[in-house]
């Protein structure tokens, strides 16, 4: 597979380091994604540099985690973060080191990452630092803990759910001592944020592999989170779906109701810190995907019309997540369709009945009526015909247009 190359800016940022007299590489997943042939999201480097000298190389830095030793540098429109070569000190929340230690070499910066092929480093002449068999483990598709893996573990309790995510995303395997060391440690994940838990769990939903949620699940990684974690959700289903949050959620709350691994989705979605709207959305799509899924076009049009296109996106992916009916291309096709599913989409308007002396609630009530009409017959979704309908309420309830 050929190489990616690292950006001008990159080589750019290594030289001047370099120039002063200091040391640097590219480190961690950008050397992997370049071993494996693969666009890297971000560049990150190490370097000797301390972050105080890091901001005098280069002045239109920013010190965005000077604690940790790292400075976000700015260069030809593009941005990377520089990190101080470090060790890390004791852990006690099993979540980030209590301190760090700069230190001059690379060896022991590499030493404190979480799994071998993110140990890796590369220099600005294309040479790779490969101190623990990452690029075997990555020719081998394997995730393997550098170092002891319950220790690991016990520094940084989110790297259980970072292994099944690079796993999802990579299509790895996690080798053994590393899944007996997960499976161990799990009781361990109550102790993260939610809201990193939620950034990888929506990962691994993103990737090609979203049924590895079911792992999640089955190592007992969010016991805390859900009603029943002995239940084996059948999420197989779940990859059919578009690469889509919204959808995704809804879908994956649908199977777990379905399966009983948690009995009501808005609360299992609100401890996840999801936002206000995903939850609602995902949670009642995933109910009525549940209750009463629609069979239709018709019944399609009458739930965008009751819930909205959001809502009823969601619960037609959950619809497919379970029943595999194709609901969301045909919800899709409905809304392409151009015909009429909203009161908006009608061909008369709140003033128009207004003018036949409709006051009030009655405007919203009659449109109401008329739009159950036109979604029965898409083709009277015309203003002569919609209005003369409205004439002939307003006469039955003795109203006189103005």
Same mark, same amino acid.
């Given at each position: 597979?050929?190489?990616?190359?690292?950006?001008?800016?990159?080589?750019?940022?290594?030289?001047?380091?370099?120039?002063?007299? *200091?040391?640097?590489?590219?480190?961690?997943?950008?050397?992997?994604?370049?071993?494996?042939?693969?666009?890297?999201?971000?560049?990150?480097?190490?370097?000797?540099?301390?972050?105080?000298?890091?901001?005098?190389?280069?002045?239109?830095?920013?010190?965005?985690?000077?604690?940790?030793?790292?400075?976000?540098?700015?260069?030809?429109?593009?941005?990377?973060?520089?990190?101080?070569?470090?060790?890390?000190?004791?852990?006690?929340?099993?979540?980030?080191?209590?301190?760090?230690?700069?230190?001059?070499?690379?060896?022991?910066?590499?030493?404190?990452?979480? !799994?071998?092929?993110?140990?890796?480093?590369?220099?600005?002449?294309?040479?790779?630092?490969?101190? !623990?068999?990452?690029?075997?483990?990555?020719?081998?598709?394997?995730?393997?803990?550098?170092?002891?893996?319950?220790?690991?573990?016990?520094?940084?309790?989110?790297?259980?759910?970072?292994? !099944?995510?690079?796993?999802?995303?990579?299509? !790895?395997?996690?080798?053994?001592?590393?899944?007996?060391?997960?499976?161990?440690?799990?009781?361990?994940?109550? *102790?993260?944020?939610?809201?990193?838990?939620?950034?990888?769990?929506?990962?691994?939903?993103?990737?090609?592999?979203?049924?590895?949620?079911?792992?999640?699940?089955?190592?007992?990684?969010?016991?805390?989170?859900?009603?029943?974690?002995?239940?084996?959700? $059948?999420?197989?289903?779940?990859?059919?779906?578009?690469?889509?949050?919204?959808?995704?959620?809804?879908?994956?709350?649908?199977?777990?109701?379905?399966?009983?691994?948690?009995?009501?989705?808005?609360?299992?979605?609100?401890?996840?810190?999801?936002?206000?709207?995903?939850?609602?959305?995902?949670?009642?799509?995933?109910?009525?995907?549940?209750?009463?899924?629609?069979?239709?076009?018709?019944?399609?049009?009458?739930?965008?019309?009751?819930?909205?296109?959001?809502?009823?996106?969601?619960?037609?992916?959950?619809?497919?997540?379970?029943?595999?009916?194709?609901?969301?291309?045909?919800?899709?096709?409905?809304?392409?369709?151009? $015909?009429?599913?909203?009161?908006?989409?009608?061909?008369?308007?709140?003033?128009?009945?207004?003018?036949?002396?409709?006051?009030?609630?009655?405007?919203?009530?009659?449109?109401?009526?008329?739009?159950?009409?036109?979604?029965?017959?898409?083709?009277?979704?015309?203003?002569?015909?919609?209005?003369?309908?409205?004439?002939?309420?307003?006469?039955?309830?003795?109203?006189?247009?103005?």
């Amino acid at each position: 597979m050929g190489r990616e190359l690292p950006p001008k800016y990159v080589i750019k940022i290594l030289s001047r380091l370099e120039n002063r007299g *200091f040391s640097a590489y590219m480190v961690g997943g950008c050397v992997r994604d370049v071993i494996m042939g693969r666009r890297p999201h971000d560049w990150d480097i190490c370097s000797s540099a301390l972050p105080d000298e890091v901001l005098a190389v280069f002045p239109r830095s920013r010190p965005t985690g000077i604690k940790h030793g790292t400075v976000t540098v700015k260069m030809s429109g593009s941005s990377a973060e520089i990190t101080t070569f470090r060790s890390d000190g004791e852990y006690k929340d099993h979540r980030r080191p209590e301190a760090v230690q700069f230190i001059s070499g690379l060896k022991g910066d590499l030493e404190r990452r979480d !799994f071998t092929v993110n140990a890796l480093a590369l220099s600005r002449s294309g040479e790779i630092c490969d101190l !623990f068999g990452g690029k075997e483990d990555i020719g081998k598709r394997l995730i393997r803990c550098v170092g002891e893996p319950v220790r690991r573990f016990e520094e940084d309790a989110l790297r259980m759910l970072r292994a !099944f995510r690079f796993s999802a995303v990579l299509g !790895f395997e996690i080798e053994p001592a590393t899944l007996a060391a997960i499976r161990k440690s799990a009781p361990l994940s109550a *102790f993260l944020a939610k809201e990193r838990v939620r950034d990888e769990l929506q990962k691994i939903l993103l990737s090609d592999s979203p049924q590895t949620m079911s792992s999640v699940i089955e190592f007992g990684l969010i016991d805390d989170l859900v009603d029943d974690a002995s239940a084996r959700p $059948e999420l197989l289903s779940l990859k059919k779906l578009p690469k889509n949050r919204a959808l995704r959620w809804a879908a994956l709350c649908a199977l777990l109701l379905n399966s009983g691994v948690i009995k009501e989705s808005a609360g299992f979605l609100t401890l996840l810190r999801l936002d206000s709207a995903c939850v609602r959305n995902c949670s009642v799509g995933a109910k009525l995907a549940l209750e009463c899924p629609a069979a239709n076009a018709l019944s399609w049009k009458k739930q965008l019309a009751e819930n909205g296109a959001e809502i009823a996106q969601c619960t037609a992916a959950a619809c497919d997540a379970l029943y595999g009916r194709g609901s969301l291309r045909l919800l899709r096709s409905v809304i392409k369709s151009g $015909e009429c599913w909203s009161i908006k989409q009608l061909a008369v308007s709140g003033d128009d009945l207004i003018g036949l002396g409709f006051r009030g609630t009655e405007v919203g009530s009659v449109l109401s009526l008329l739009l159950s009409h036109v979604l029965e017959s898409p083709s009277d979704n015309d203003k002569t015909l919609l209005l003369s309908m409205a004439r002939e309420l307003a006469a039955a309830q003795g109203k006189h247009s103005s």
